[in-house]
């Protein structure tokens, strides 16, 4: 079984004339973060790797998870390629990871991450939100097998409030 915890990086600012590379989270983005990476302690998982996009707002959103999860930082890494709002690289981000990998977070960008978890999890979400979370399971060995999963968990920030 392989589990993959998808997160939508927290919400931005729009307050600087800066490329979209570069924007940094919102105060309610620091907040929402804060907010789901707590309540996501409520939930005991192992974790393997750590994946974040480049992009300022999803690196310091992952920072956030990675310091209130308390997160071993030697399996975090940076990936440009996830800086993807189609889902072509998200996808095969995911099936690229090593076969030793069995729990995996990612940290990414809408449409890519409510496009994946509509097709590969079996509950329709319209939109993952701003430091939303979604957590598949699948019955595969080999991430480069994936397939339809199950969706078992979802932390919305609006949930939490």
Request: hydrophobic fraction near 40%; charged fraction near 20%.
């Amino acid at each position: 079984m392989k589990k993959i915890i998808l997160v939508r990086h927290a919400k931005s600012s729009w307050e600087f004339n800066l490329e979209d590379y570069e924007r940094p989270l919102s105060e309610r983005g620091f907040n929402d973060a804060s907010l789901v990476s707590k309540e996501l302690c409520n939930y005991k998982f192992q974790l393997d790797l750590l994946i974040s996009s480049g992009a300022l707002r999803a690196k310091t959103t992952a920072d956030i998870f990675i310091s209130n999860l308390e997160i071993d930082k030697n399996i975090c890494s940076v990936n440009h390629s996830l800086y993807d709002f189609s889902g072509q690289d998200l996808l095969q981000t995911i099936k690229s990871t090593n076969i030793l990998v069995n729990n995996l977070m990612l940290f990414g960008h809408n449409h890519a991450i409510t496009a994946f978890v509509n097709i590969y999890g079996n509950i329709f979400i319209e939109n993952v939100p701003t430091c939303g979370v979604v957590i598949l399971e699948f019955d595969i060995i080999n991430w480069n097998e994936i397939k339809k999963g199950n969706t078992l968990k979802t932390i919305f920030p609006r949930d939490l409030k």
